[in-house]
């Protein structure tokens, strides 16, 4: 019977999984409990996406924390799973901070660090952290391994890395991090297997979802990305404001006497498409929608993106590929219309059929720049970081040194 490698994804009220077989990573089953610390429900599918479970789950009345939460999760695969072993659990971590250049193999030191960086993301890495600690009580003796949204961008180079401050800000954390790395990852491995020429090349990749930013990667390598020092920065998402002038929240704090929990309420929740229509922060929704606040929205975003690919166009000395990806990268037609109209002079050019379509490839045949479409999967490249770190783990074991060492850690 072949072993199982289990994804988890720990928020603030949900824990998503997804459990791979550990040979040849095809999926078995995934799912998510939501609402923990409310109602909780759980919902699972099979590898097709076919429903297995969907119902309201409540622990004795008592209140369901993550430690819980992952015992349902357990509970329920001990039920389907048929005995097979779960021989590595990998967790998304939101934060590996200046260090953690890669995943790692999770020690009780590492952790102990890895909770040194809850205050540089204070709504992501205690739940991921929560989940971590939850999944080593439950699976005692099994390989941790986690996996960080930044680690994909630790190598930019000195100015994407880093704001204009004074150097001691930067010295202490304050620094340009970017985020979606696992996504990007995903994009940039599976390309470089399709087509390793273009894998070598320079890459803008749109990660478009309910968060988004963009990221300009050359050489397999993510050299520069939209997003900063915390997941706020960058083009407007469905709730989140983007880039913003700080004076501006300066401005709200000191002359309209706001807390820093009203401006922070403001940025992340009320803000973006949600904020700039008045209506809702989901495309399907806007592009429904007669309202021509919808319209203005959808509009904004659009002429947002744009933006930045030029700027990620400039830092990489021209583009290759514009790749786009993530619910709205991969599903909006209009979208990725709207966001490439008068990027003609970049060398993009869109084929209205194919791009209507979701073909893989949505530019013109022969254009400069190839547009292309990718489904991204964070947790698939969670479970290649999980088998990777596993055999070389073996290697080790064996005395043999060659091959990429877990953990890399870079001080
Ligand atoms: P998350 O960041 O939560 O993982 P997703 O990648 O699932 O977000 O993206 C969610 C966004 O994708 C929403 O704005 C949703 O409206 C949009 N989306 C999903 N499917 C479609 C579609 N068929 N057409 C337009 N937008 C879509």
Known sequence: MSD?????????SSIKFEVFEAAGLQLCWGGQIEGIGAAPCFATHDSEGWMLADRRWLKNGAPVDHSAALGGIIAWLDGVTNGR?????????????????APVLVTPAVLHRLEALASLAPLHQPHNLAGLRAAAERFPGVPQVACFDTAFHRDHPWEADSFALPQRFYDRGIRRYGFHGLSYEY????LAAEDPVLGRGRLVVAHLGNGASLCAIRDGRSIDSTMGFTALDGVPMGTRCGQIDPGAVLHLIEAEGMSPAEVGRLLYEESGLKGLSGLSQDVRALEASDRPEAARALSYFAWRVRREIGALAATLGGIDALVFTAGIGENSAATRARICEGLG??????????NAAGAPEVSVPGAAVQVLVRRTNEERMIAE???EALSAGARAAAGDASGPAYPELRG
């Open 4 to 12: 199982l490698i289990l994804v988890l994804n720990a928020g603030s």
């Open 85 to 101: 072993r779960i021989i590595a659990v990998g967790h998304r971590v939101v934060h590996g901070g200046p260090d953690f250049a």
């Open 187 to 190: 994009i940039a491995r599976r």
């Open 345 to 354: 002079v970049l060398g993009i050019a869109l084929d209205p059929a194919r």
């Open 385 to 387: 970081h999980v088998r």
